[in-house]
């Protein structure tokens, strides 16, 4: 997965969160693109740190 594929707020987010950011290194190409695709439709800061918690909890 490029970073510029990555909507910034998704990619500034998963910056201040290392757990989320290891949890998402190692998921396969297409779990990393399903989660990239579901940051495309967050639509507030508040959210995106939501979407990006959830990654590094497991939701």
Request: charged share 25%.
């Amino acid at each position: 997965m490029k970073r510029e594929d990555m909507p910034i707020g998704f990619a500034m987010t998963m910056a201040l969160n290392p757990d989320a950011m290891k949890k998402f290194a190692m998921l396969s190409d297409a779990e990393q693109q399903r989660i990239v695709d579901g940051a495309h439709g967050v639509h507030s800061r508040q959210e995106m740190h939501q979407y990006v918690n959830g990654i590094s909890s497991g939701e």
